[in-house]
């Protein structure tokens, strides 16, 4: 079921095959499925476990907690699925007690699962190349804000791609591999094509940026937000693009999140239009 979750995911972002599967739960604040389905099952194992010993169904859990214990592996093991959730959560103990002392199990066992699944997803993150840059500023599973914009939902996707290293720069992994290349920019020819690049350096597309500089500073100061234009002009390339693709923004205030994010966003869908553009020439 996890893969199915994944490729809807990646449907919703329009993301590439080539793209991290933590990012997409991570941007998305989605844990696996697996975590909701033995969350379900564990409930249910719950009520059987508190049904009178007459009831057939608790008459069939009976027999088939048998075979289990008995180490037979059945073709569909609903006691298996139950049992490994547990196990990998070391609650072990719960498993067989008929019914668990303990009343607020499955409220340990749902924190324990995300914790454990959160530093699985963490080191995962940490361990892929493509998000050197995503590792950096994300650091838990939750939905982010910049995809709730309905208004400019293309520049939400290709803001999921400069956060995941799947915009098709030339120095992506996947872009040198299919094109045998070695990561310059073909636009200026005067750098590698990486997201820092792309988004801040290019000479090709300097009068975009220069228009988002512009406008970015107008929206600031017309609320109230000197200070932080200051400190964006003042960031080395690394921290200006974390202001567009990170979370610097949000963390400073929350109205100041909303600007970088949508002029982020407008930069973000001028810069691939016009690079398609040139491109094509």
């Excluded at 493509?130 to 590792?135: E, I, P, V």
Aim: charged share 25%.
């Amino acid at each position: 079921m996890d893969h199915i979750q994944i490729n809807m995911g990646k449907r919703i972002l329009k993301a590439t095959n080539c793209t991290a599967n933590s990012a997409v739960l991570g941007d998305l604040g989605w844990f696996p499925i697996s975590h909701v389905l033995a969350i379900k099952r564990l409930k249910y194992y719950d009520r059987v476990l508190h049904m009178d010993d007459n009831r057939w169904t608790k008459k069939i859990f009976l027999e088939l907690f048998k075979i289990h214990q008995s180490g037979i592996k059945l073709p569909w093991d609903w006691c298996e699925a139950v049992h490994e959730p547990l196990v990998e959560n070391g609650m072990d103990h719960i498993w067989g007690t008929m019914p668990p002392v303990n009343k607020f199990w499955i409220t340990t066992f749902k924190q324990f699962n995300r914790d454990r699944l959160s530093l699985l997803w963490k080191d995962d993150i940490n361990n892929k190349s493509t998000l050197t840059d995503y590792a950096t500023f994300k650091q838990a599973i939750c939905k982010e804000r910049y995809l709730l914009d309905v208004g400019n939902f293309l520049g939400a996707q290709l803001k999921f791609k400069a956060r995941t290293m799947t915009l098709g720069l030339e120095n992506e992994p996947w872009v040198i591999k299919r094109n045998n290349g070695n990561g310059l920019c073909k636009l200026c020819d005067n750098g590698i094509e990486d997201s820092t690049h792309f988004l801040l350096t290019c000479k090709e597309t300097a009068d975009i940026r220069e228009q988002f500089h512009c406008d970015l500073k107008a929206d600031l100061f017309t609320c109230g937000f000197e200070n932080q234009w200051n400190t964006y002009l003042s960031m080395p390339l690394p921290g200006k693009l974390m202001y567009l693709i990170g979370e610097i923004g949000q963390a400073c205030n929350e109205e100041v999140g909303k600007i970088f994010d949508k002029h982020s966003k407008r930069l973000l869908v001028n810069l691939s239009h016009s690079r398609k553009a040139i491109m094509s020439v």
